[in-house]
């Protein structure tokens, strides 16, 4: 079945390491987003990409990373420079891009990142 | 100011009941609309997906817009316990997505 798969599914982080979570899809989508996710806050995008090898930075970027190398993958690293990282974080993916691109997202089933 | 508007309740409801869940949008650009259903732990999977203004129906779900008032609105008929979840609605305005911070409801057997 096609899908997005997001691993692992929790995730500890100790103070001053980098931790990566992966996100894969297999639906031939150009756009990949991440988001996080807090209680009562909603989904608020980290990074999106909407073709290999770019990505353009969202509303709260600061702390992370991403990369591009392939259309079916874009990973999340999260750093030590990112002082709250416990949240949920769900990675998406939609058709296409630019004025003709109103496709809905679809997500992956999410990373919990806790702080050890 | 917020794209989108949402109660973030929760609500509770006995089985059977008819639901009501909505959300208010701030301008009325050529957009697009979605209702997500999110289960815990989990990520929000596509409920439904329309443009125009009226009803969008799939089984015991109705969406309805109504852009003269930016309002979208879901309807779940029939509700049952594995309705509970939590709902957030979204739009899409060219290529940029908003999505409601989610309406939790439980449905109660």
């Known amino acids: 079945d096609g899908g997005i798969t997001q691993s692992p599914k929790y995730l500890f982080r100790k103070e001053g390491q980098n931790v990566t979570l992966s996100c894969e899809q297999n639906?031939?989508?150009?756009?990949m987003y991440w988001y996080r996710q807090d209680p009562g806050q909603g989904l608020r995008l980290i990074y999106y990409s909407q073709i290999v090898n770019d990505f353009q930075k969202g509303d709260i970027a600061e702390g992370y990373s991403v990369s591009r190398e392939k259309k079916e993958s874009f990973p999340l690293t999260v750093t030590s420079a990112q002082k709250n990282p416990t949240a949920f974080y769900l990675c998406?993916?939609?058709?296409?891009?630019?004025?003709?691109?109103?496709?809905?997202?679809?997500f992956g089933d999410g990373t919990r990142l806790s702080i050890l | 100011q917020k794209e989108v508007e949402q109660d973030p309740g929760p609500l509770s409801v006995p089985e059977g009941a008819i639901v009501s869940l909505n959300c208010t949008y701030s301008?009325?650009?050529?957009?697009?609309f979605m209702w997500y259903r999110q289960y815990s732990r989990k990520g929000p999977e596509l409920l439904m997906y329309?443009?125009?203004?009226g009803n969008k129906e799939d089984g015991r779900f109705t969406a309805q817009v109504d852009k003269s008032s930016k309002y979208i609105s879901l309807f779940i008929r029939d509700s049952q316990p594995s309705d509970s979840a939590t709902y957030l609605c979204a739009r899409i305005v060219g290529n940029q997505f908003y999505f409601g911070t989610g309406t939790s409801l439980t449905v109660i057997p």
């Open positions: 998406a993916s939609s058709p296409r891009t630019g004025p003709l691109s109103n496709q809905p997202q679809h």
């Open positions: 301008n009325s650009a050529f957009q697009y």
């Open positions: 639906l031939n989508h150009d756009a």
């Open positions: 329309t443009y125009s203004s």
